[in-house]
């Protein structure tokens, strides 16, 4: 399986949105245009907090919301994958 590698956010610390939230926008956005499509794997999440220069919780709270919404799913010991539109 192809790890796809999102594009990296801009993301903005002093905003009143909590960075969280960024990239759960970041993701829903990416999704929305195309640029993954549903069975994609996602890279690691401390891969992505390294790129991405935020904390690997901040990461995984996204993830949990995405995953709620839909929009992921984890599988232990395979990783993160777009599901589809949230």
Same mark, same amino acid.
């Given at each position: 399986?192809? =790890?796809?590698? !999102?594009? /990296? %956010?801009?993301?903005?610390? &002093? *905003? +009143? =949105?909590?960075?969280?939230?960024?990239? =759960? *926008?970041?993701?829903? $956005? @990416? =999704?929305? $245009? &195309?640029?993954?499509? %549903?069975?994609?794997? !996602?890279?690691?999440?401390?891969?992505? @907090? #390294?790129?991405? #220069? $935020?904390? *690997?919780? /901040?990461? /995984? @709270? $996204?993830?949990?919301?995405?995953?709620?919404?839909?929009?992921?799913? *984890?599988?232990?010991?395979?990783? /993160?994958?777009?599901?589809? +539109?949230?």
């Amino acid at each position: 399986m192809l =790890v796809m590698p !999102l594009r /990296t %956010p801009v993301l903005n610390p &002093g *905003s +009143h =949105v909590l960075l969280r939230d960024q990239i =759960v *926008s970041h993701v829903e $956005a @990416a =999704v929305r $245009a &195309g640029d993954v499509q %549903p069975g994609e794997k !996602l890279p690691p999440v401390r891969e992505l @907090a #390294d790129r991405w #220069d $935020a904390g *690997s919780n /901040t990461i /995984t @709270a $996204a993830w949990q919301i995405l995953q709620q919404r839909g929009v992921l799913i *984890s599988v232990h010991g395979k990783g /993160t994958f777009i599901v589809g +539109h949230e």
